[in-house]
Nanobody
């Protein structure tokens, strides 16, 4: 099991930016994939971005060109840079890590992002 600790959520105005962080208890090189989901009130959890360690990164269409996933291998930390935020981006954001597939997935505790004027 991988422990994930998230930080960086908050309240931001439309058009603003936030960066979320997710620190893993193990080296990212022991993992198959990492990424972020989000869940808005009354809605199902949806994939925001998923990256294969050493491979490709895929974004949801709704965030493509606004959100950027990155990682700092030395810190075992991944980031989600969110720009030009919109009210519809309001959700709890969850970091995840797959050791060898979705059935080995670990989740962070979630961090609230609220986009409002």
């Amino acid at each position: 099991q991988v422990q994930l600790v998230e930080s960086g959520g908050g309240l931001v105005q439309p058009g603003g930016s936030l960066t979320l962080s997710c620190k893993a208890s193990k080296s990212v090189f022991t993992l198959l994939a990492m990424g972020w989901y989000r869940q808005a009130p009354g809605k199902e959890r949806e994939l925001v971005v998923r990256t294969i360690i050493g491979g490709t990164t895929k974004y949801a269409e709704a965030v493509k060109d606004r959100f950027t996933f990155s990682r700092d291998n030395a810190k075992n930390t991944v980031y989600l840079q969110m720009n030009n935020l919109k009210p519809e981006d309001t959700a709890v954001y969850f970091c995840f890590a797959d050791r060898s597939g979705p059935d080995t997935r670990s989740w962070g505790q979630g961090t609230q992002v609220t986009v409002s004027a």
